[in-house]
């Protein structure tokens, strides 16, 4: 899929944290290289971050956890050391756990809270620093889910985690807006990887699965590819949307958008044109 820019980012520099990952982290840097923006790839490993690098002409990397304040203070040094001031931040790197709320232990609360909260926390608060001390404005784009509005029974955490990251993305509009900081969230439904980015042992997620998931679930019967998240951080970032903070832009092909399947008004109605008929026919209709 064409990564082809609708907004320019030429003379940005975003960081963009779990920028390696197959899905939604390769999205993003496609389509923000694809703009004009240089790179900042952040990851946990070496090897990972290196390659990905690799792929983004004039990129570079800073290695380092999220949810450790010794590491994002590291990281953002050797990023505006390496690359200048940062004009934009993407809050990707993320982890997902299902469990039965009943069965979750503390360390599995801890690292989704540590990673997925905390770490968006820490990442946007040295963001914002940098931008205040370097004077140029910026905008931050975190990575939500459709499971910070509604969700399923073993998503407890990975949804309440989400949820506080769409709260803090309105606070930190409201608290950041006046030193030049906008701060924006995407909330994707279900996006599977981009196989071109993993070695063929990589697991294959369940084709019929996906393919249940895409026809029955969504409004729109298409696969939601990682560009596609990639295009709204794009935009998120861009002139284009200098009014716009505070909001989050579901991409879901619609998932969240229906009651009951779709067909509740269907069913409605073709029940009345048989009570009417049976009516018409002189037949009890109940
Ligand atoms: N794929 C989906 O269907 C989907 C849907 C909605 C939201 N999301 C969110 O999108 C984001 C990206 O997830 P993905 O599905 O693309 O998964 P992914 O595994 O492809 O990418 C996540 C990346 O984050 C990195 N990472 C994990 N912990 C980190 C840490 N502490 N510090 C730095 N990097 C770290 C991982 O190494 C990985 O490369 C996550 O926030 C996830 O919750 C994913």
Redesign the pocket.
């Known amino acids: 899929m064409s990564a082809a820019p609708a907004h320019d980012l030429a003379g940005h520099t975003v960081l963009v944290?779990?920028?390696?990952?197959?899905?939604?982290?390769s999205g993003v840097c496609d389509a923000l290289h694809a703009a004009g923006a240089r790179l900042v790839i952040?990851?946990?490993?070496d090897e990972?971050v290196g390659r990905t690098v690799h792929r983004y002409p004039g990129a570079v990397g800073v290695v380092?956890?999220?949810?450790r304040p010794d590491d994002v203070a590291r990281m953002f040094n050797e990023a505006i050391d390496r690359a200048g001031p940062l004009t934009g931040l993407v809050n990707?790197?993320?982890?997902?756990l299902i469990t039965p709320m009943l069965d979750a232990t503390q360390a599995e609360f801890d690292r989704i809270v540590d990673?997925?909260f905390r770490?968006v926390w820490l990442m946007s608060q040295a963001f914002a620093r940098s931008v205040a001390a370097h004077g140029r404005p910026g905008a931050i784009v975190n990575?939500?889910?459709?499971?910070a509005g509604k969700t399923i029974g073993r998503y407890a955490i990975?949804a309440s985690a989400?949820a506080a990251v769409e709260g803090l993305t309105r606070a930190c509009a409201v608290e950041f807006g006046p030193i030049g900081v906008r701060c924006n969230a995407i909330?994707?439904?279900?996006?599977?990887?981009n196989r071109d980015l993993v070695p063929p042992d990589y697991p294959a997620p369940d084709a019929s699965w996906i393919a249940t998931h895409t026809n029955s679930e969504q409004v729109l019967q298409r696969v939601i590819e990682?560009i596609d998240c990639g295009w709204a951080a794009q935009f998120l970032l861009s002139e284009q949307s200098r009014c716009i903070t505070g909001q989050v832009i579901t991409i879901d092909a619609g998932l969240t958008a229906r009651l009951y399947n779709g067909d509740m008004s269907a069913r409605i109605y073709a029940d009345r044109e048989r009570q009417a008929t049976l009516r018409a026919e002189g037949q009890d209709a109940r």
């Open positions: 944290t779990g920028a390696s990952g197959p899905k939604i982290g952040n990851d946990l490993n990972h380092g956890d999220v949810s990707n790197a993320g982890v997902g990673i997925d770490g990575v939500s889910s459709v499971h990975y989400k909330a994707p439904g279900y996006v599977p990887i990682p």
